[in-house]
């Protein structure tokens, strides 16, 4: 009686959790009229497949090729700069490095809305804003740092430490160590946590917003504000524009949930 119990809230939390989602979709294939009537629908009466005329009419293919540009760019400098960090807060264990990755974890409480006039002044000073993509690769990525290095970090924890003591006393090298044993038997943590800093990065809007001042380098969050006008808002076609941006995101976390949930956890019990 208790496992249905709780199967039930369980459910119960799932349903309102996507509740949001649901009616997004069911806002898309609504007509204009359809979705300010009262009572609400739960099932579009006239069903709008207007899909095709969002993506050319608002060009999303130009704003989608943005973000997949600074998300691509953001993930491959995370994995670059954050990899080794992890290794060595996995492995070093004194006080400093305790200390640092407290220091790392309050980088993460920061949010984007409170550092982007200090990174917009730096970034104009030091010339950077005349390629606003770098601008906005190189802030996102100080900004998803932090979470990579905790995240990779307990995956590094995960692996024993008897393998790489093993190759050292064979003649290999730290660096060889981590390269041939720690980073293969690391990739998949390495691999769960590049695709997390890729969704989201995928989705960043605050410093694209406020580093690019081109249209046509704008990313897709940016590009809902194009259905924005000062007397009334196209709902449909917001709602049209976020099912499509959304839907290639959901695909690739349904795909992958089960390596995210592992990846999330992995160390928890060490």
Not at 12 to 35: C, D, H, N, Q, R
Not at 222 to 228: E, K, R
């Amino acid at each position: 009686m208790k496992r249905y119990v709780l199967f039930l809230i369980g459910l119960t939390i799932t349903a309102v959790y996507l509740f949001p989602l649901y009616w997004m979709y069911l806002t898309a294939f609504k007509g204009s009229s359809e979705i300010f009537q009262y009572p609400p629908s739960f099932w579009p009466s006239d069903p709008q497949w207007n899909f095709l005329q969002v993506w050319k009419e608002r060009d999303m293919g130009r704003y989608i090729w943005n973000s997949l540009l600074i998300a691509v760019g953001v993930t491959v400098l995370v994995t670059l700069l954050g990899t080794g960090c992890a290794y060595v807060l996995a492995r070093v264990r004194n006080i400093w490095m305790d200390m640092a990755l407290f220091a790392i974890l309050m980088m993460q409480v920061l949010p984007s809305s409170l550092m982007v006039t200090p990174i917009f002044v730096a970034f104009n000073q030091l010339g950077l804003l005349a390629s606003p993509r770098l601008a906005v690769i190189l802030a996102q990525t100080a900004k998803v740092l932090p979470l990579y290095i905790v995240l990779c970090r307990a995956t590094f924890v995960q692996v024993p430490r008897e393998l790489e003591d093993a190759a050292l006393v064979d003649g290999s090298s730290r660096v060889g160590a981590f390269f041939n044993i720690m980073l293969p038997l690391a990739r998949n943590g390495i691999l769960v946590t590049s695709v997390l800093i890729f969704l989201q990065s995928f989705g960043e809007y605050v410093y694209a917003r406020s580093l690019i001042a081109k249209n046509e380098l704008q990313t897709a969050t940016v590009g809902l504000q194009t259905f924005m006008g000062p007397n009334a808002n196209d709902w449909n076609g917001i709602m049209t524009y976020a099912a499509i941006y959304v839907t290639p995101i959901l695909i690739v976390f349904m795909l992958l949930q089960r390596r995210i949930v592992s990846g999330l956890t992995a160390g928890a019990l060490k």
